[in-house]
């Protein structure tokens, strides 16, 4: 069961195997012929309304890949012919957009690959988590794995003073 991710602006390969563009709106810039297609299946794309409030914004992606879940799991049967394909031989995703993690084409990858009428609920991987850097930001150690959360308000690593920042406590301003 191989399936790859390629842009549409990647030229295709032989190795490609059955190639299918999911997205509802054609890549910019390439001509069909260029493309080398088998299917454009436009029903597997994100609604106008999810691509439009998702905006290929890393902070929205877990929300986003849900949502998109939930639209694929009313297609069981377009599912069920790409897992078929999928059987078959490579299967490559051809996908549009500019950003290469957080896209459609990476969670109907995710979709596939699980297991048929199994748990099917979008659990990161820790290289995928958007990390914020407001209220709640992830600090260096956590982001490896090896910390916990910075507090609100307080910042990680050595202070001016050189102590770390958790073990200084906020005092009376001067």
Known sequence: ???????AYDKPERTDG???LIDRIWPRGVRK????LDEWHKALAPSTELRQWFEHDPQK???SRRRYFRELDSHPEEIQKLREKMREG???IVF???EERFNNATALKEYLERPAGGDRSPVPRRADRPTSRGRGALSDAARRGTGARTPPGRRSGPTRTGRSARAVRPGPSR
């Not at 012929?33 to 080398?36: K, V, Y």
């Open 1 to 7: 069961m191989a399936i790859q991710l390629k842009r």
């Open 33 to 36: 012929e260029d493309l080398e």
């Open 90 to 92: 490579p299967l490559t």
């Open 18 to 20: 059955y190639r299918v």
């Open 61 to 63: 992606w877990e929300e």
């Open 96 to 98: 549009g957009s500019k």
